[in-house]
């Protein structure tokens, strides 16, 4: 069997949690202008599958001419994927890529060997007030995929999968789940979904990926005769049959997971990757800056700035 993530030695275990491995509560970093809330990496969990960070943005609400606004900064070995659920921001990438995102759809930027990108609110947006929510999350590449170019794909709202019944509405971002496939590629099997669910609807988990989470955005969910709120991630025991039954007033919940990798992954800033050294090679094409000819180079239309490699 290929390498899982620590478990938890305290986690209760027996049909009174039926089948949960582990619970995450994430911790809140506060950027300035909106909270995030991490749930991945945890510190028994660095990874569910290939996912080793997950992120919650806002809610937040910016006054007229604030907005998000991240400069260019490099990434290593991982893919980014972003989904919102309010609001709208820029993405810009060395590979020449100018792409808002808007809620429903999905953006997957691929770093491989290296890939430099800015996030923000520009232009027309910084106009009026606006909300801001979603989630952020990075997924681990395997070993043979750490020095891939590097690649941009963005799938509108309607060119993903929607699954509709019983009180459920299952939008598949990513991956393979209840026999639905997402338009866009991934380096290894997965599965990433947003499930809005009515009062009292029930959601099984896939079943057939080695790796399984849930993270609850909104209202609450029960599994067995245990009741979780919104903010908590769920990890599942491999192998075992899991439901979610929505509270009283619904929820909304992200399922994710998918094969574990072959191993740990290191993680350094923005990189990621399954040796030391490679994040070391990283630090330094960074830090030279040799934006024509080395390792990274800037987005173009937005090169006048960025963020330079923090302290050691």
Same mark, same amino acid.
């Given at each position: 069997?290929?390498w899982?993530?620590?478990?938890?030695?305290?986690?209760?275990?027996?049909?009174a949690?039926?089948?949960?491995?582990?619970?995450?509560?994430?911790? !809140?970093?506060? =950027?300035?202008d909106?909270?995030?809330?991490?749930?991945?990496?945890?510190?028994?969990?660095?990874?569910?599958?290939?996912?080793?960070?997950?992120?919650?943005?806002?809610?937040?609400?910016?006054?007229?001419?604030q907005?998000?606004? *991240?400069?260019?900064?490099?990434?290593?070995?991982?893919?980014?994927?972003?989904?919102l659920?309010?609001?709208?921001?820029h993405?810009?990438?060395? +590979?020449?890529?100018?792409?808002?995102?808007?809620?429903?759809?999905?953006?997957?930027?691929?770093?491989g060997h290296?890939?430099?990108?800015s996030?923000r609110?520009?232009g027309e947006?910084?106009?009026?007030?606006?909300?801001? $929510?979603?989630?952020?999350?990075?997924?681990? +590449?395997?070993?043979?995929?750490?020095?891939?170019?590097?690649?941009?794909?963005? !799938?509108?709202?309607?060119?993903?999968?929607?699954?509709?019944?019983? &009180?459920?509405?299952?939008? +598949?971002i990513?991956?393979?789940?209840?026999?639905?496939?997402?338009p866009?590629?991934?380096?290894?099997?997965?599965?990433? !979904?947003? #499930? =809005?669910?009515?009062?009292?609807?029930?959601?099984?988990?896939?079943?057939?990926?080695?790796?399984?989470?849930?993270?609850?955005?909104?209202?609450?969910? $029960?599994?067995?005769d245990? *009741? /979780?709120?919104?903010g908590?991630?769920?990890?599942?025991?491999? &192998?075992?049959?899991?439901?979610?039954?929505?509270?009283?007033? &619904? #929820?909304?919940?992200l399922? +994710?997971?998918?094969?574990?990798?072959? &191993?740990?992954?290191?993680?350094?800033?923005?990189?990621?990757?399954?040796?030391?050294?490679?994040?070391?090679? #990283?630090?330094e094409?960074?830090?030279?800056?040799?934006?024509q000819?080395?390792?990274? $180079?800037?987005?173009?239309?937005d090169?006048?700035? /960025?963020?330079?490699?923090?302290?050691?």
């Amino acid at each position: 069997m290929s390498w899982n993530p620590a478990l938890d030695p305290e986690c209760p275990t027996g049909d009174a949690v039926d089948a949960i491995e582990t619970v995450i509560v994430p911790r !809140a970093r506060d =950027l300035g202008d909106f909270e995030v809330r991490r749930a991945l990496p945890a510190p028994r969990r660095q990874m569910v599958g290939p996912f080793i960070f997950f992120d919650q943005m806002g809610p937040a609400e910016f006054l007229t001419g604030q907005g998000v606004d *991240v400069r260019p900064h490099p990434h290593i070995g991982l893919a980014t994927v972003t989904y919102l659920f309010e609001g709208k921001f820029h993405h810009r990438d060395s +590979l020449g890529t100018d792409q808002w995102i808007e809620p429903g759809a999905v953006n997957l930027m691929t770093a491989g060997h290296g890939i430099t990108h800015s996030e923000r609110i520009d232009g027309e947006a910084l106009r009026q007030p606006y909300r801001l $929510s979603g989630i952020q999350t990075w997924l681990a +590449l395997p070993a043979g995929a750490e020095d891939s170019a590097p690649a941009f794909v963005h !799938a509108g709202k309607s060119d993903l999968p929607m699954l509709e019944g019983e &009180g459920k509405q299952v939008r +598949l971002i990513l991956g393979n789940a209840f026999a639905e496939r997402a338009p866009v590629p991934t380096a290894s099997e997965m599965f990433y !979904a947003d #499930a =809005l669910l009515a009062p009292g609807a029930k959601l099984p988990m896939p079943d057939d990926h080695e790796d399984r989470g849930a993270y609850i955005f909104q209202g609450e969910v $029960s599994v067995g005769d245990q *009741v /979780f709120e919104a903010g908590q991630m769920m990890v599942f025991r491999p &192998g075992d049959r899991v439901s979610m039954t929505a509270g009283p007033v &619904g #929820a909304r919940v992200l399922i +994710l997971g998918g094969a574990t990798l072959e &191993g740990p992954r290191y993680i350094w800033w923005n990189f990621v990757a399954s040796s030391k050294e490679r994040i070391e090679a #990283a630090k330094e094409a960074w830090r030279e800056g040799d934006w024509q000819h080395g390792r990274f $180079s800037l987005p173009p239309g937005d090169d006048a700035e /960025f963020i330079p490699l923090p302290p050691q």
